[in-house]
């Protein structure tokens, strides 16, 4: 009779399920919110780092056009112009480092090494937009703070925690 009487206790602890899906949210809750602020990290940052893509892309075509030559564009023209077409520029105009440098044969095409052993940022900017049929290149580098910044992305961080986003594009400039 007895050992009955505990079946029966333990019968009815298992069927009351008062307060089980509040058990099983603060169980789940961290995890979940973690994989979400992370999904909506991981795209925000490569948004930002397409805009910046994109628009040195459509910026870096007014040096091949010679448009940048005729207008007298300075470097800092150059950097608005890049950040204002960004959607998402948050930090564009005060962090965005640019080289544009002339090369002299496709061979000769390095990209920087932008962050040293240290994860200090060492870009030096240069502003040389050469002139008709030289190869250019262009490469942008912005300094990005995390939004959420308890993830761990696997890339190159600097030494204060931002990452590096950057964008390169090599071309011929057009007889101008």
């Known amino acids: ?29 961290l995890p979940l919110f973690i994989m979400i602020f992370g999904i909506i990290e991981v795209s925000l940052m ?3 780092n397409s805009a910046l893509d994109a628009s040195v892309h459509k910026i870096s075509r007014m040096i091949r056009t010679g448009e940048v030559a005729s207008s007298n564009i300075t470097l800092a023209d150059f950097k608005a112009g890049i950040c204002n077409d960004m959607l998402l520029s948050f ?21 920087a090494d932008p962050i040293d052993d240290s994860g200090n940022l060492t870009v030096t900017e240069t502003y ?32 204060d925690g931002r990452y590096l986003l950057g964008s390169s594009v090599l071309f011929r400039n057009e007889p101008f």
């Open 1 to 29: 009779m007895r050992r009955g009487k505990h079946f029966a206790s333990l019968r009815r602890l298992l069927g009351d399920r008062k307060g089980v899906a509040a058990i099983e949210f603060a169980i789940l809750a």
């Open 46 to 48: 490569f948004f930002v």
């Open 91 to 111: 930090s564009c105009s005060s962090g965005l480092l640019v080289k544009v440098n002339v090369l002299s044969d496709l061979s000769s095409a390095a990209s």
């Open 128 to 159: 040389d937009i050469g002139k008709g049929s030289d190869y250019i290149l262009v490469q942008t580098f912005l300094p990005w703070t995390a939004v959420v910044n308890f993830f761990s992305l696997s890339s190159a961080k600097l030494s």
